[in-house]
C-alpha cells in the first residue's frame, strides 16, 4: 500500500516566511493573540496534496496567542483529516501551549508520550499506532534541541525506544541536525533516512526536517514544495510503499 507523509514544522503559525526580518516584526506573535490564516494554509495544502499521515511540529494546542483554538484541530477539519492528536511540550500558564502533532487519514490507536532529555525548553517524542491498509505501524513525531550535546543524547533515547518496536516504522519531525552522520544510530537500527533541503523556506539551504522508515517500508519519492509558503520551513513530502509480508 502506498501513502503519502507530510512532515511540517508550522512555527506556531507566526508565518515568517519572506525572511530573516520578519522574526522581529513578527515575532510579537509568538506570545500574542493571532490570526490562524497560516493554518487555513497549511490545511488546504494537505487536503490538495492528499497527504496520509501528517508529522507536525511548533504546534499551537490552545492558548491565549492562538486565541484558545486548537492550531490541530483547525488543520483536522481544514484538510480533511479526522484522526489528530497532539503532543504537549511547552505549556506556559495558558499564554502558549505548543507541541507536535499527528494528523491522519487512516485510523489511529494507542498514543503516547515520550518525554525526551532536555536542557531547556521540553521535548517529548510523540507515538501513536496507525492501521495502513489492515498492517498496524508505529508513527513517531519529535522536535529535537537546538544544542548539539542534547540532540545526542535525545536520539539515543529515542534509538532506544525504536529498537523495541516490533512493526513497521514511521519516525519524522524536526531534528534541527545539519550533520547528517548523527543518524548513524538510527541507521544501524535499520531505518531509511529521507530528507531534502527546506529551511529557511525563502531560501533552503538546510535540511532539519526528516522522515525515517524501518525496512517494511519503499521510498518511492521524497520533495519539498517550494510554494507552500506557511512558516519558516518548507514541507517535506515523502511517498512510500508499505511491503507486503
Do not use: C
Not at 493554518?39 to 488546504?44: K, M, P, Q, V
Not at 518525554?115 to 498496524?136: F, M, Q, T, W, Y
Amino acid at each position: 500500500m502506498n501513502i503519502k507523509i507530510a512532515v511540517m514544522n508550522l512555527q506556531s503559525g507566526i508565518g515568517v516566511t519572506r525572511g530573516y526580518r520578519q522574526y522581529l516584526t513578527r515575532g510579537l506573535r509568538y506570545v500574542v493573540p493571532h490570526s490562524g490564516k497560516a493554518l487555513i494554509d497549511a490545511g488546504a495544502f494537505l487536503k490538495e496534496q492528499s497527504i496520509d499521515i501528517a508529522l507536525l511540529t511548533e504546534v499551537e494546542g490552545g492558548s491565549r496567542r492562538s486565541r484558545y483554538a486548537s492550531q490541530l484541530d483547525a488543520l483536522s477539519e481544514n484538510s480533511d483529516m479526522p484522526h489528530a492528536h497532539f503532543f504537549p511540550t511547552w505549556n506556559l500558564g495558558g499564554s502558549i501551549n505548543e507541541g507536535n502533532g499527528l494528523l491522519s487519514r487512516l485510523p489511529v490507536s494507542q498514543e503516547r508520550t515520550h518525554p525526551l532529555p532536555s536542557s531547556r525548553n521540553p521535548r517529548v517524542l510523540g507515538e501513536a499506532l496507525v492501521d495502513v491498509g489492515g498492517i498496524p505501524v508505529t508513527v513517531l513525531v519529535a522536535h529535537l534541541a537546538l544544542s548539539t550535546q542534547t540532540r545526542r543524547t535525545q536520539l539515543e533515547r529515542i534509538a532506544d525506544i525504536v529498537k523495541d518496536i516490533r512493526t513497521p516504522v514511521i519516525l519524522g519531525g524536526d531534528f534541527n541536525e545539519r550533520d547528517r552522520s548523527s543518524f548513524k544510530i538510527l541507521k544501524k537500527l535499520g531505518l531509511t533516512h529521507a530528507t531534502a533541503l527546506g529551511y529557511p523556506s525563502w531560501r533552503p539551504r538546510h535540511a532539519l526536517q526528516a522522515l525515517f522508515v524501518s525496512s517494511h517500508f519503499k521510498l518511492r519519492s521524497v520533495s519539498v514544495t517550494s510554494d507552500a509558503l506557511f512558516s519558516d520551513h518548507l514541507p517535506l513530502i515523502v511517498e512510500a510503499a508499505l511491503r507486503q509480508r
